[in-house]
């Protein structure tokens, strides 16, 4: 018989009748422990693990009533048993006014070093791995105690994903995708964010991944250039705001010459005839793509290698607009001042008439020049608007993708180079009903996740490779 204990955050003892049901007899639940909402909290998972005597210890993450299938907690013993992983998880359902759907997660790796990886609420732990996690925590955190646990039991032991539909759970958090991307940005979290940049820099350091601050000089190359910048719009079917962007990067007043590229990848909406509508302006270039995949990535590697294009390349998407004339001349400003490979900016959130909107300006304070690269393996993105040095791009390129190229490319720089910031507003980002991440599948939001933890798995091998040259 299977012995496990449970541990199980609800500040009311009655609610925990209903939580474990549908258990054969051929396990015992050996105790039941209810902890409050402090889980967060290094010496709350002290005491779990001073508690935990089974061989496997369950850690249930929601206030809800949790309820498995039928031997479904057998079958997580029964893989953790089969696998010898440190810790199992499994797909599930959620339930939310009355609709049940599925919610599958998706595998771990190397690179799965975002804090808010999800794995479902139920945590399966080996008791011994758990302990050996646990003994290890030598700092106490108030929020990313869970993250320390998953990080440290991850160097140690694998984390097996179980996908099948085990268990039924109560869905707290009903936004859409867009409204849920830029919660680790808002300045309410900044607390939580420095706790978790903590815990993955150490992280970091106990495996061999950690880059120290030190950065290879840019050398801006003496290749004449006819144009100092360009500002590149990748678009397909954006008829209902290309002409605003492209209005906005020419509007640009610059000490230097500049020009636009605008890369349609076979828009079939009316968006060409938009682009067409600033033919007569010279410093606009107009490149049709063929019928060949690209995705945002090819596209931005059609401009890169364009014989047109500057020395650096500028950021702008097709639903979004620079924050006034003085973007580009900023832009080109903070290369030389900062002597980095890249640029990031500051943007604004807006709706689609430019009113702010929540979280507001978004500065991407987690990226600081001494552990920026780092951190970085932990953050979804690394802000807007982005420039960069053209003849190193055109060494590197972006991937041909759709999502993630622009992230994949900035970890590839920071490995070597210093990523330079403008905390001043240049950017103002759009959110409306037709951007491409507002409102995802699941299966789509887990599509690009796993995408974005194989970019940082491979750049995480890279770094550690790198490290023991």
Known sequence: MKRIDCFIPFQDDRQVSGTLSNLSRETEIRQIVTVPESLKKTETLRQVAARAEAEYTLIYTKFTDLNF??????????????????????????????????????????????????????????????????????????????????LKVSQKGVLEHINEYLYYEIETDNRKSGEKLFDYVDPKNRGVQIEMEKVVTRHLKDIGGYLEPVFKPVRFSDEPFEYEASVVIPCKNRVQTIADAIRSALSQKTSFPYNVIVVDDNSDDGTVDEILKFKDDPRLIYVAQDKTYHAIGGNWNVALHHPKCGRFALQLDSDDMYYDENTVQKFVDAFYAQ???????????????????????????????????????????????????????????????????????????????????IWDVMYSCRRWANNSDASLDIFKVNSNNLYKDRIRTWELKARIAMNKR
């Not at 609709?99 to 804090?115: F, M, N, T, W």
């Open 69 to 150: 299938g039928l031997f479904a907690l057998e079958r997580m013993l029964a893989i953790a048993d089969d696998t010898g992983a440190a810790m199992v998880y499994a797909d599930h359902f959620n339930e939310s006014d009355g609709i049940r759907k599925e919610a599958p997660v998706i595998d771990y790796q190397l690179g799965s070093l975002r804090d808010d990886f999800d794995f479902g609420s139920v945590l399966l732990y080996r008791t011994s791995a758990l302990k050996e996690a646990v003994a290890r925590m030598d700092v106490d955190y108030e929020f990313a105690a869970l993250y320390d646990l998953r």
């Open 339 to 421: 002597n980095c490979a890249m640029v990031v900016g500051t943007y604004q959130m807006t709706d689609f008439d430019l009113n702010p909107l929540p979280p507001y300006v978004v500065d991407h304070k987690e990226w600081t020049p001494e552990n920026g690269r780092n951190n970085a393996l932990r953050v979804n993105g690394l802000g807007a608007p982005r420039g960069f040095y053209v003849p190193l791009l055109r060494t590197l390129n972006f991937p041909t993708t759709k999502y993630g190229e622009d992230y994949a490319v900035g970890l590839r720089v920071s490995r070597e180079y210093q990523i330079g910031r």
